[in-house]
């Protein structure tokens, strides 16, 4: 569950680690499971795609939905965390993403800091995104791609789009954009369902269209020390989340399957 020494360093220069076989294919289909029904509610924390009906992201998932509530206080996701910033953190954000096949849309090259700093008041680039991929990811069906070593450089200048997608974002211009990939290339965030991802806040990054017949869905946990809160609030609560406690790993092994099974017995 811990990460290993050269885990930790390849974090600390690259600014993201892709972890293989994280998670089973038996949790990964638990949390597909809830999909369909998550995304069929019409409420505010659904985020559709601009030019159709399908969700781009879900947001708030682990008041929605007891399997989310389990999956972001999963150890494999909480203690790399904790491990890495050394402190008690709060969940700030849970959402999946998703790409739908011929359609799913862009997300522009950004670091997460810059919403987190701009819209929210958060003050240092402390905060790490967890993701589990819940299908395969692919070159064809929009990875995330990453540019190695662009948190190196520090908070990019950024500006806020709010036309290119459905999603309000702020994102680095594109000259910026390519010096830093001259300096660190490419890297696209592929593998199977159960993968894990872990990335900062200054890490640039994004992804494009889904053109492929494949949909792309990914659970993402943004996870931020305590110590290190939000102190604006114009943001709706499932965009950062105003609870501060500090989040406690699950107990037990493994752990999404397991409580779940408990849940089953005891609803039987
Ligand atoms: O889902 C994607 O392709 C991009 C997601 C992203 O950029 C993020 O979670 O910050």
Do not use: C
């Not at 500006?159 to 290339?185: F, M």
Request: net charge negative; glycine share 6%.
């Amino acid at each position: 569950m811990r990460l290993n020494d050269s885990e930790i360093e390849r974090f600390r220069e690259d600014g993201f680690l892709i972890l293989p076989e994280r998670f089973s294919a038996e949790e990964v289909a638990l949390l597909k499971a809830e999909l369909p029904r998550l995304f069929a509610e019409r409420r505010p924390e659904n985020f559709r795609e601009k030019e159709s009906d399908a969700v781009r992201t879900a947001m708030g998932l682990h008041l929605r939905s007891e399997v989310y509530a389990r999956a972001v206080r999963d150890p494999r996701l909480v203690e790399p965390a904790r491990q890495l910033l050394g402190e008690d953190l709060y969940v700030q954000q849970v959402k999946v993403n998703a790409k739908a096949a011929f359609s799913g849309d862009v997300w522009q090259w950004h670091y997460d800091f810059a919403t987190h700093h701009g819209e929210d008041g958060v003050p240092e680039p402390l905060a790490l995104n967890l993701h589990i991929l819940l299908d395969e990811v692919n070159e064809f069906n929009g990875p995330l791609v990453f540019i190695p070593g662009s948190h190196r450089r520090g908070p990019a200048p950024a500006t806020l789009d709010t036309e290119t997608t459905s999603y309000p974002l702020w994102v680095v211009e594109d000259e910026t954009v390519a010096k830093l990939i001259e300096e660190g290339g490419l890297v696209s965030a592929k593998g199977p369902p159960g993968t894990m991802l872990i990335f900062g806040d200054t890490l640039v990054h994004g992804s494009s269209l889904n053109m492929s017949p494949w949909p792309r869905t990914i659970f993402s946990l943004i996870l931020n020390p305590v110590s290190n809160a939000l102190t604006r609030r114009r943001r709706p609560d499932h965009q950062h989340h105003r609870d501060l406690t500090p989040v406690a790993p699950l107990p037990g092994s493994p752990r999404l399957l397991a409580a779940d099974r408990a849940g089953v017995e005891t609803r039987a």
